[in-house]
């Protein structure tokens, strides 16, 4: 199979690509700035082009099999009104360009798996969300609506379009965990307010799986939750992390109005969260490798004690 990959050079990309030509799949990525990322695996063609502007890398799309696209600016710092047109348009901007690529093909027209996240639903407490729940209203949600309506509009020209809604991506080497592990060792690791609110996470080998599953299962469309089925609240992933760990915190509970003061709204989005699961995934019967946060969080943390 040969695959188109936005944002392949990232975190999530090079993972997925590597485990891609570990298959003996042959991977095309695009990749704004490539000598500012790390080397690509092995057997990674690497295209330089701003995949948020069109341009002659929207024709190379043409003669792969499905397009993963994952590009989108990172959430995790404080939202200021600049940071939030980043997330907004990196995302917006990349996958109207790619459904652009994919609506010039004629004939046969290549699959899409596009990123999003559970973030689409907006903050319902203690509800559980599945793939059927409508989008929340903040501006995570309306960020997550317009990027899955950018994506959808490659089935009306043909594609098998998958909306591919992530929860917090769990791994060494990058991420959310990078920063939490170095808080947590020096002994900066406690809940975030009241600890209630919920975590949807993922095991990036899980995630991986996901996504080959979903390349194989062609008659998957439509919007499917990329989380463990084990959300947790923060609670009890602060308490995880320190048995991970062999940590313990030696400062309290961060307040809610500090977080909303250093980090703005998205200290808000970390005091709110999502409790989603995933409901379609769980019907098809995928085997997740780790569906519980503890096995997730030592299995890390044993093949990478210095992370």
């Not at 929860?167 to 975030?192: C, P, Q, T």
């Amino acid at each position: 199979m040969k695959l188109f990959i936005t944002g392949g050079l990232g975190f999530v990309g090079t993972k997925l690509s590597a485990a891609l030509t570990a298959q003996g799949h042959r991977v095309t990525v695009i990749e704004r700035n490539p000598g500012n990322k790390p080397a690509p695996p092995q057997g990674v063609s690497v295209i330089t082009a701003d995949a948020s502007m069109p341009g002659s890398w929207q024709d190379a799309i043409a003669g792969h099999d499905a397009v993963i696209n994952l590009a989108g600016v990172s959430i995790f710092s404080r939202w200021t009104g600049q940071k939030k047109d980043d997330i907004y348009n990196s995302r917006i901007l990349i996958t109207r360009n790619v459904a652009d690529g994919l609506k010039k093909i004629r004939g046969a027209k290549p699959d899409l798996l596009s990123a999003s996240a559970v973030g689409y639903y907006g903050f319902h407490g203690d509800e559980m969300l599945s793939e059927n729940d409508i989008p929340g209203e903040d501006f995570l949600a309306s960020v997550c609506r317009d990027w899955e309506t950018e994506a959808m509009k490659a089935a009306d020209s043909g594609s098998r379009v998958v909306i591919t809604r992530f929860g917090v991506i769990l791994d060494s080497g990058g991420g959310a965990l990078d920063l939490l592990a170095r808080l947590f060792r020096m002994r900066l690791g406690n809940r975030l307010g009241s600890g209630r609110q919920w975590f949807s996470w993922i095991h990036a080998d899980d995630l991986v799986a996901a996504f080959l599953y979903l390349l194989e299962k062609r008659k998957i469309t439509g919007p499917v939750n990329i989380t463990a089925p084990t959300p947790v609240t923060n609670r009890e992933l602060t308490k995880a992390l320190n048995r991970a760990l062999g940590t313990f915190p030696l400062v309290p509970p961060a307040p809610g109005f500090i977080l909303k003061l250093a980090l703005g709204e998205f200290g808000d989005f970390l005091l709110r969260g999502q409790r989603a699961v995933p409901r379609r995934l769980l019907d098809l019967w995928f085997e997740f490798k780790y569906p519980d946060i503890e096995a997730a969080l030592t299995a890390i943390f044993q093949q990478n004690p210095a992370r």
